[in-house]
């Protein structure tokens, strides 16, 4: 019979808020990962299997707005992939094979004009 070891994590910021929280199976990430900025919102969210992370992963600035969202496949961006501005405007969107940008992939300016287009 197999024993996993379960571990959870928790780091603090200096004035003692909750910065990171994880868990580990022998030591491999399991599960929700979080990290919250100083101001107590949160900063990303993202799900680990194995040690690599899975699923979609988010991320928002100290205001509270999404400045990412993407799927991850083994660690890898792998499918739809959007990063915006801290505005809220896009920066990037598109799809991603194994962290590589395909065809059609846009990213933008802060003005919202097209700066560069993978092809």
């Known amino acids: 019979m197999t024993t996993n ?4 994590h928790k780091r603090l910021h200096a004035d003692g808020e909750l910065r ?13 990962a979080r990290i919250w900025h100083k101001n107590g919102r949160l900063f990303s969210e993202a799900t680990f299997r194995d ?12 205001a509270g707005c999404l400045t990412l969202e993407a799927h991850v ?3 890898q ?7 915006f ?10 799809i991603k094979s194994m962290d590589k940008s395909l065809p059609g992939f ?13 092809e």
């Open 5 to 8: 070891n379960v571990e959870v």
């Open 73 to 75: 496949v083994d660690g």
């Open 85 to 94: 501005f801290d505005d809220g405007a896009v920066w990037k969107r598109g």
């Open 20 to 32: 990171s929280e994880w868990t580990t199976i022998n030591g491999k990430k399991e599960g929700v």
């Open 77 to 83: 961006y792998h499918g739809s992939y959007q990063a």
């Open 106 to 118: 846009i990213e933008y300016r802060p003005d919202g004009s097209v700066f560069h287009v993978v």
């Open 51 to 62: 040690g690599l992370t899975q699923g979609v992963i988010r991320e928002w600035n100290e």
